[in-house]
Nanobody
Framework: VQLQASGGGLAQAGGSLRLSCAASASGRTFRTVRMGWFRQAPGKEREFVAAIKDFSTYYADSVKGRFTISRDNAKNTGYLQMNNLKPEDTAIYYC???????????????????WGQGALVTVSS
């Protein structure tokens, strides 16, 4: 599965951005893809943001209630809607995919073999 992320940019605090992650998988395969979003801020470790498995969603506490992960199987695309952005959300955001990662391992980056190129999100105060 090859991934292409898009939609990053600059937003003010309190604003919104939507990230997209287009996958090269066939329609049948994409339905089985577990998709995750991770982010890495300057000088920090990569951290889990959100994941979707089938239509179940999972979020880091820091984004719960503000970010929404979703998927459109007809378009082979996943999304991360980010609302009420904060300056601490500034980071490079990566989408990741796996056909096999189990629910209890969705938050661990090493369990995703496929990664997009990253999208820079900058939130100004």
């Amino acid at each position: 599965v090859q991934l292409q992320a898009s939609g990053g940019g600059l937003a003010q605090a309190g604003g919104s951005l939507r990230l997209s992650c287009a996958a090269s998988a066939s329609g049948r395969t994409f339905r089985t893809v577990r998709m995750g979003w991770f982010r890495q801020a300057p000088g920090k470790e990569r951290e889990f943001v959100a994941a979707i498995k089938d239509f179940s969603t999972y979020y880091a506490d820091s984004v719960k209630g503000r970010f929404t992960i979703s998927r459109d199987n007809a378009k082979n695309t996943g999304y991360l809607q980010m609302n009420n952005l904060k300056p601490e959300d500034t980071a490079i955001y990566y989408c990741a995919a796996s056909l096999t990662v189990i629910t209890s391992s969705l938050t661990t980056a090493n369990n995703y073999p496929c990664w997009g190129q990253g999208a820079l999100v900058t939130v100004s105060s």
